[in-house]
């Protein structure tokens, strides 16, 4: 049932919002709204029961082992939560003056720092709202450093093709043409076809490093030499640099721009899709490009760098500084874990992937790259599975679903068949990860025995299996009275 | 180890079904000279007694201030339930709705949320929202160009937020796209149809259109929005959804309503919080839903016939279209957008109204008063919604800073984006305020100007 069913014409709350109405002759006639907009006419106690019952809804962390590959669904702690909203940070207005605001940006400069020392980089903005504006803001960074040096024939950005979907996209965004360049068997970028794609036309090389694929690019020296002797930089997409932390810097790979995804690594919600936050490290040729605002601390006193001492900067990419009260959180949660915490992490996402890829290979899944280590996540292939039983990736997801897990990442990256990418983060415990294998044992049983019914999953959930060809073929994307 | 379950025995275990020494072994495939680099600049842990007492430290340093400055975020109340239900963990810790079944919370909030922007800009489709209202901007002018082929320009009144101009400029000037800032009349505050007249036909590709303006003002919608369709450009609203619940939607401006409405929906129940996370809002007419950018949720029927939710016409994205993708984004704004949710349906049409009509009535209450100080005058003529421009006799920044040391912030200084508004403040009272908080506010004014 939707909110707007619940509603009764002349229904109201009455202590959230002015006790009166107030007067408003002054504003002509023709620039007023005739017709009451379609806002729900509810209770207090029907807002709260309605959305209430709907996350009941969800799978969650806080409810569900979560291993969704590429995204390190890891505890959210709720430290980090209660103190990012206390009362101070909340009501802080963002063109606030900055003595009014100096404990806040305290925090923000020291996030800079801690996450210069962590990546190896030299310089830090943490203006970016999303992965995806990170990105965006580093190809702008790579083609304004181009320019600068008068450089405008550098119209491409290689890609590999196990990169995540935003890596071409974004640099189509930024005017480039996508080159994209193949992986070899053992999962490692082709050195030989990156050789050949790189020339006079190279703008960068944007790569995901431990890849999408689980596996540490073995020659992540050689590729960077490759691709500086041609005169391109070096983009360090770092969704997965939860797997490294503290093992190896993006800085001392080579790496010249890189995005930190703080809604991964450090542990900030992900919020059923956002808010993100990808802060921007760079090396020290990249550092007059940086995107305001960012922190400095001068003379004891806070305060935000601008576009004016920075006329190089690629400029503004929110209206304000980016997701304040995201960044607070991931600022509490590398307080909470100090400098022994970090290298920590990267040691027990990598202990749990390995793990449970040596677990599921006993009980006779297929694993994508066997003679490979497992980064902070792995690849199972199911194609085999499929081509007998016709039992597909997405149906064995479902059929999680049913047992109470959610499902890993189905079909990415696409250079696989039948994958499910499975990542299952530095906080789940050695117990749950069996309980998740024996599920997977018995979704094994499941597909020898009775075919039709994995197929045919989820059997549990509230709704069956929905159908996504109705959903785009007879588009309903708003309720209407009476429908 | 701070959220690391593992005992030693359980390490053993795994180590020994791996069939590796220790940890360090499973690294063994990263080259020996990248490894290492010891961690300068991270402190120790802290315990949670420890980051508490530094993050109320903190807190404290920074304090309470009377806030007076809009310009873009806006302080309204926010019903407790609001943030309660939002940080449910179910809606906290979960990730984009990819498996539909094992997300039904968060697709149907969405596609509630969808129909609410729809309704509130008198568009036909909403999508579940972009970042923030700048780079709604700035991703619907990258559409104007996508859907109108052959004019790759957009103007943008100088009336728009300064900083959203400049995030639009940096995003699409990349893709060798125009943008043509449009000069206001300085008496009445509004763009006039006269300095678009120099644009012709078939050269631009949309016109934006803000409701209320920068300054406040009230633009003359109608008017302009039948201008960008004379010239067969489209017309992009940028309105503030709080006023939506008052003033003419952008769906109904002109003779055929503007194409696309953007915003910040930072007002709908979402803290100042210094700047973000906030979310963009974006809603377009039924022609353009294949041009729009980012998450869209849509009804459908499950195996059954039971209805719920999906998220569809995913073949616009960058997940599955890849280079070819409307845009590189790749989620919303989930949290922020379940906060508004809540947020529109505890206050209802009447409610938000009335927040509307509340925040008008003081900020005119409040001009009105401090106008009445000689020297001080209203810099606009036309109407406004919930702020407004105020010139003064003697130097803003020190009034400003007079004002801080009472603890109030009393507003936004134009002439830092203006360098022709000298003297002149930007102030804003919303519902907050209380005619007795006005009273004070003036009377420290008039100290401050003294």
Redesign the interface.
């Known amino acids: 049932m939707?909110?707007?069913e619940h509603a009764r014409p002349g229904?109201?709350?009455y202590?959230?919002?002015?006790k009166?109405?107030?007067?408003?002759d002054?504003?002509?006639d023709?620039?007023?709204?005739?017709k009451?907009?379609?806002?729900?006419?509810?209770s207090?106690m029907d807002?709260?029961r309605?959305?209430?019952r709907?996350?009941?809804?969800?799978?969650?962390?806080?409810?569900?082992f979560?291993p969704?590959g590429s995204?390190t669904?890891?505890?959210?702690?709720r430290?980090c939560?209660a103190?990012?909203?206390?009362?101070?940070?909340?009501?802080?207005?963002?063109?606030?003056?900055e003595d009014?605001?100096?404990?806040?940006l305290?925090?923000m400069y020291e996030l800079q720092?801690?996450l210069?020392?962590?990546t190896?980089m030299a310089g830090i903005t943490l203006a970016p709202?999303?992965?995806?504006?990170g990105?965006?803001a580093g190809v702008?960074m790579i083609?304004a450093y181009h320019e600068a040096h008068g450089d405008f024939e550098r119209t491409e950005i290689i890609v590999p093709d196990a990169a995540?979907?935003?890596n071409?996209?974004?640099?189509?965004?930024?005017?480039f043409k996508?080159v994209e360049i193949p992986t070899d068997k053992e999962g490692n970028v082709d050195l030989n076809a990156l050789k050949a794609a790189v020339g006079p036309k190279t703008a960068g090389l944007m790569l995901t490093n431990p890849s999408t694929l689980g596996?540490?690019e073995?020659n992540?020296?050689e590729m960077s030499r490759v691709v500086h002797e041609a005169g391109g930089l070096l983009y360090y997409d770092g969704a997965n640099l939860n797997a490294?932390l503290?093992?190896?810097?993006p800085g001392?790979?080579g790496f010249d721009v890189i995005h930190i995804n703080l809604h991964k690594t450090f542990?900030t919600?992900?919020?059923?899709?956002?808010?993100?936050?990808a802060p921007i490290g760079v090396a020290k040729r990249l550092l007059p490009f940086m995107?305001v605002p960012f922190v400095t601390l001068e003379n004891g006193k806070y305060r935000w760098v601008t576009?004016q001492e920075r006329p190089q900067s690629?400029?503004?990419?929110?209206?304000?500084?980016?997701?304040?009260?995201?960044l607070l959180r991931a600022y509490?949660y590398?307080?909470?874990?100090?400098?022994?915490?970090?290298n920590?992490i990267?040691?027990?996402a990598?202990?749990?992937a390995?793990?449970l890829m040596?677990?599921l290979r006993?009980i006779g899944f297929e694993i994508a790259y066997p003679t490979?280590?497992a980064s902070h996540e792995f690849i199972v292939t199911m194609k085999d599975i499929k081509d007998e039983t016709g039992v597909t990736a997405m149906n064995l997801?479902?059929r999680l679903?049913d047992k109470g897990y959610?499902?890993p990442?189905t079909y990415?990256p696409i250079l696989v068949p039948e994958c499910l990418l499975i990542e299952p983060a530095?906080?789940?415990?050695?117990q749950t990860l069996d309980a998740f294998v024996t599920a997977m044992k018995e979704i094994l049983d499941e597909i020898e025995q009775q075919p039709d019914m994995v197929k045919?999953a989820?059997h549990n959930?509230?709704?069956?299996?929905?159908?996504?060809v109705?959903?785009?073929r007879?588009?309903?994307?708003?309720?209407k009275p009476g429908a | 180890m701070p959220f690391i379950p593992h005992t030693e025995e359980d390490i053993a275990e795994m180590l020994a079904s791996i069939g590796a020494d220790s940890i360090e072994a499973l690294f063994d495939e990263i080259p020996a000279d990248l490894k290492g680099g010891t961690l300068k600049e991270v402190p120790p842990g802290l315990s949670e007694m420890e980051i508490t007492r530094l993050m109320m430290e903190r807190a404290g340093q920074d304090g309470f201030y009377q806030n007076y400055i809009g310009a873009g975020a806006y302080e309204h109340h926010i019903p407790a339930a609001v943030w309660q239900i939002t940080t449910r963990g179910e809606f906290y810790s979960s990730y984009t709705p990819y498996q539909a079944e094992a997300s039904q919370g968060t697709l149907q909030l969405l596609y509630e949320y969808q129909t609410m922007m729809a309704s509130l800009t008198g568009m036909d489709v909403s999508n579940a929202s972009m970042y923030d209202g700048a780079t709604a901007l700035a991703e619907a002018a990258l559409m104007a160009v996508r859907s109108h082929k052959s004019s790759r320009r957009i103007l943008i009144p100088e009336t728009v937020h300064p900083v959203y101009r400049k995030v639009a400029r940096a995003i699409v000037s990349n893709q060798k796209i125009e943008i043509v800032e449009v000069p206001f009349d300085q008496t009445s505050g509004q763009v006039r149809l006269e300095s678009l007249d120099a644009f012709a036909t078939d050269d631009v590709a949309a016109l934006v259109i803000p409701q209320p303006n920068f300054f406040g003002v009230l633009e003359q919608v109608d008017a302009l929005t039948d201008w960008a369709h004379s010239k067969n450009a489209l017309a992009i609203g940028v309105v503030n959804p709080t006023a939506l619940a008052l003033l003419k939607p952008p769906g109904e401006w002109g003779e055929t309503g503007a194409d696309i409405a953007v915003g910040e929906g930072q007002p709908l129940g979402i803290p100042l919080s210094s700047g973000g996370p906030y979310f963009g809002f974006m809603a377009c007419k039924n022609s353009l839903i294949r041009q729009i950018p980012g998450r869209i949720i849509g009804r459908t029927n499950d195996l059954d016939g039971k209805p719920g939710f999906v998220l569809t016409l995913q073949a616009r994205e960058q997940h599955i279209r890849r280079s070819k993708a409307t845009s590189n984004i790749c989620t919303n704004q989930g949290l922020m957008v379940t906060a508004a949710t809540i947020y529109m349906s505890l206050l209802g049409p009447d409610g938000l109204r009335r927040v509307a009509t509340h925040s008008h009535a003081n900020t005119s209450s409040l001009i009105k008063k401090l106008t009445a100080i000689p020297g001080v005058e209203q810099v606009f003529s036309s109407p406004f919604f919930h702020e407004a421009a105020i010139k003064l006799p003697s130097s803003a920044a020190n009034a400003l800073a007079k004002l801080k040391q009472n603890g109030i912030l009393g507003g936004f200084n134009l002439q830092a984006h203006y360098p022709e508004l000298e003297n002149t403040l930007l102030v804003c009272a919303t519902e907050t305020k209380t005619e007795a908080d006005i009273d004070n506010y003036v009377s420290q004014f008039r100290q401050a100007l003294s």
């Not at chain 1, 023709?30 to 005739?34: F, G, I, T, V, Y």
């Not at chain 1, 009451?36 to 509810?42: D, I, M, N, Y």
């Not at chain 1, 990012?84 to 909340?90: E, S, T």
């Not at chain 1, 690629?314 to 995201?326: C, D, F, Q, R």
């Open positions: 939707l909110i707007f229904r109201r709350n202590s959230q919002a002015p009166t109405s107030a007067s408003f002054d504003i002509p023709h620039l007023l709204r005739k009451q907009p379609l806002l729900p006419e509810v207090e807002t709260v309605h959305y209430t709907l996350s009941q809804k969800n799978f969650s962390i806080d409810t569900e979560y969704l995204c669904m890891k505890y959210n702690p430290a939560n103190l990012a909203m206390l009362p101070q940070y909340l009501s802080r207005h963002p063109l606030a003056p009014t605001g100096q404990g806040f305290a925090c720092e801690i210069k020392d962590v190896g709202m999303a992965g995806a504006q990105e965006l702008m083609r995540h979907g935003t071409p996209a974004t640099a189509v965004m930024c005017g996508v596996v540490f073995e992540i020296a490294v503290g093992k190896v810097k001392d790979m542990s919600p992900h919020g059923g899709g956002g808010p993100g936050s995107p576009e690629i400029g503004h990419l929110s209206a304000h500084m980016g997701n304040a009260g995201v509490i590398v307080r909470l874990l100090g400098r022994e915490g970090m920590r990267a040691e027990f990598t202990l749990n390995n793990y040596a677990e006993k490979r280590r997801a479902k679903l959610h499902a990442t990415f530095e906080t789940e415990s050695k045919n989820p959930m509230p709704l069956r299996k929905l159908d996504d109705k959903a785009a007879e588009l309903d994307l708003c309720w």
